[in-house]
C-alpha cells in the first residue's frame, strides 16, 4: 500500500493512494508518519483478510447495489469431450444466481446468454471498433436490468487428466461497472476433483445428479466461493442510479424502495461523455462526467423513483441516461 496526499497554497495539489492485495484490508494501524518537499507520507500495517479475497464482510449500509451475471464461456471448449454434458458457458449465470443467500446484501440478476470478451474487457484490439469488445454492450445489458455492476468472466480450465482421475475448475471473475465497462475488481477460483470427473450427457446441468458427482462438487464449491467474493466486494463499492425519464420539474430513477431509495435522499448529478477515454495503446479508461449539481428524492415506489433538482438553473434540465451518485 502507498498513499500520498500533496497541498499547494491550502489546497489539495494531488490525492494518491494505490492498494495491492488480493485480500480484503481488515484492520490497520499507522507505523510513520513523515513529510519531506512539500510531500506528506503515511506508513502503514495492515491485516489482510482470508486468502482469496471472497470471506470479507459485506457491506450493508446505504443503498442496496444491483449485480447481472452474464454468460462465463469456456476458454478452451475442447477440453470438453464428445458426449458430455454441456451448458458451463450459458448456464453458470444461472447457477451462480442461485448460489447468492436470500439475504444477500446485493440484489442479483442474471443473463447467461450474453457474454462480452472477458480476458481483457477494458482494452480495446486494434482494428476493431471499442463497441465490439463489450463496452457498449455491457453498458445496454446494465440499462435493461438496472445494474450497477456486472459479473463475467471465463472458464480458463476444465481440462481432464490423462488418466481421467482428476479435473480442474479454473474460472475467472471480474466485476465491471456498468457505467464504463472497466474493470474494478477481479478474481481467480480454482478447485481440482478427484474421482467422478466426466459427466455424461445424459446428465440434466444444475440438477441433483450433476452436483452428485466428484466434479459437480468442485464446480459448486468455485461458484460458493465466486457469489460470496461478489457479494462482499459489489455491496462496498459506489452506488449509482440512472434517469430513464425526464420532466420539467422532476425526473424518475430506474432504483427505488428495493434498492433502500427513501424520500429525502440527495444524489449527485452527472452527465457522461458518449465516448470513454481511452489511450494510445486502446485502453478504456473510463468515462468523463460532467457534474451537473444535486437532486433530492420526493416519491419512492419499490422500483423506481422521483426527484428534483435541489438547486435547479434556468438553462439545465436532466436527460434520460444522466446518473446519479450517493454521497
Same mark, same amino acid.
Given at each position: ?36 518537499? *512539500? ?89 476493431? !471498433? !471499442? ?20 459479473? !463475467? ?47 455424461? *450427457? ?126
Amino acid at each position: 500500500m502507498d498513499a500520498r496526499s500533496g497541498t499547494a497554497s491550502h489546497q489539495t495539489a494531488f490525492d494518491q493512494v494505490v492498494i495491492r492485495s488480493g485480500t480484503r484490508v481488515e484492520r490497520h494501524r499507522i507505523l510513520a508518519e513523515t513529510e519531506q518537499d *512539500g510531500v506528506y507520507r503515511v506508513r502503514l500495517s495492515a491485516e489482510l483478510g482470508a486468502a482469496g479475497g471472497h470471506r470479507g464482510p459485506v457491506c450493508r449500509e446505504g443503498h442496496t447495489r444491483r449485480l447481472l451475471l452474464l454468460g462465463f464461456p469456456v476458454q478452451r471448449p475442447e477440453q470438453l469431450a464428445m458426449r458430455e454434458m454441456t451448458g458451463y458457458a450459458q448456464l453458470t449465470a444461472t447457477e451462480a444466481a442461485r448460489r447468492f443467500p436470500e439475504d444477500a446484501a446485493i440484489l442479483v440478476d442474471h443473463q447467461g446468454d450474453l457474454m462480452v470478451l472477458p480476458g481483457v474487457p477494458e482494452r480495446v484490439v486494434d482494428g476493431v !471498433a !471499442a463497441d465490439l469488445q463489450g463496452w457498449s454492450v455491457i453498458r445496454d445489458a446494465a440499462r435493461r436490468h438496472r445494474a450497477q455492476y456486472v459479473l !463475467a468472466g471465463r472458464f480458463r480450465s476444465l481440462a481432464l487428466a490423462a488418466d481421467e482421475k482428476s479435473r480442474e475448475v479454473d474460472l475467472e471473475a471480474l466485476i465491471l461497472d456498468a457505467s464504463s465497462g472497466v474493470c474494478v475488481a477481479r478474481q481467480r477460483f480454482r478447485r481440482v476433483a478427484q474421482g467422478k470427473v466426466k459427466i455424461p *450427457g445424459t446428465v440434466v446441468f444444475g440438477s441433483a445428479d450433476h452436483y452428485a458427482t466428484d466434479f459437480g462438487k468442485a464446480y459448486a464449491a468455485v461458484l460458493d466461493d465466486m457469489a460470496r467474493w461478489a457479494e462482499a466486494t459489489t455491496s462496498c463499492l459506489p452506488f449509482s442510479a440512472r434517469v430513464i425519464r425526464s420532466g420539467k420539474d422532476a425526473v424518475h430513477l430506474d432504483a427505488g424502495a428495493e434498492q433502500g431509495l427513501a424520500p429525502g435522499d440527495l444524489l449527485s448529478a452527472f452527465r457522461p461523455d458518449r465516448q470513454p477515454v481511452v489511450t494510445p495503446g486502446g485502453e478504456i479508461l473510463g468515462l468523463e462526467k460532467r457534474p451537473l449539481g444535486e437532486v433530492v428524492i420526493t416519491t419512492v415506489y419499490p422500483r423506481f423513483a422521483i426527484a428534483r433538482l435541489q438547486t435547479p438553473a434556468p438553462d439545465l434540465q436532466l436527460e434520460a441516461g444522466d446518473e446519479l451518485h450517493g454521497h
